[in-house]
């Protein structure tokens, strides 16, 4: 399946002076950094450096998960994967497409000389179900704004 990376920040911050949307309204703003030594922490971080952006980094998390929990207390913003996100409080989150976006693609694997058992496509299909019903809770959460790289 299909997804994307978005920016999640704590929703008091959408009501300030600063358009949301401009990277300037980040400016100075505490930043929850993924590891890198991911596939999507490394597509972040070129995309960072592509922008020629520095945010000011407070934390450095292993996870996901642990981001977005950062972000529902108000602990700084955080580029997490669509999925993560869509699970995060509504009340207390603001969730914002990248500009450009920041696709990635998720996939099962399995041993190449294991034999496929119904457990495993029943399983696959269950991830399946999952991944689109989330994808469709995060297109009804994401701000009208999206984040711009490159201003």
């Known amino acids: 399946c299909a997804g994307e990376m978005v920016l999640a920040a704590p929703r008091p911050w959408s009501s300030g002076v600063l ?19 991911t596939p999507l922490g490394e597509r972040l971080a070129a995309r960072l450096a592509a922008a020629q952006w520095s945010p000011r980094q407070v934390l450095r998390v292993q996870t996901y998960a642990l981001a977005g929990t950062l972000v529902e207390r108000g602990l700084g913003y955080a580029f997490l994967d669509g999925y993560t996100a869509a699970a995060l409080d509504s009340a207390r989150v603001v969730l914002m497409r990248t500009a450009p976006v920041l696709p990635f693609t998720l996939s099962m694997m399995s041993a190449a000389g294991s034999v496929p058992s ?24 994401l701000d009208s704004q999206a984040l711009e790289f490159d201003a």
Do not use: M, N, T, Y
Request: hydrophobic share 50%; charged share 25%.
């Open 118 to 141: 119904v457990l495993v496509g029943r399983l696959r299909d269950c991830l399946l179900h999952a991944a689109q019903r989330s994808a469709a809770s995060l297109a009804g959460r």
């Open 19 to 37: 358009r949301p949307g401009r990277r300037a309204w980040l400016g100075g703003r505490p930043f929850i950094a993924l590891a890198e030594a």
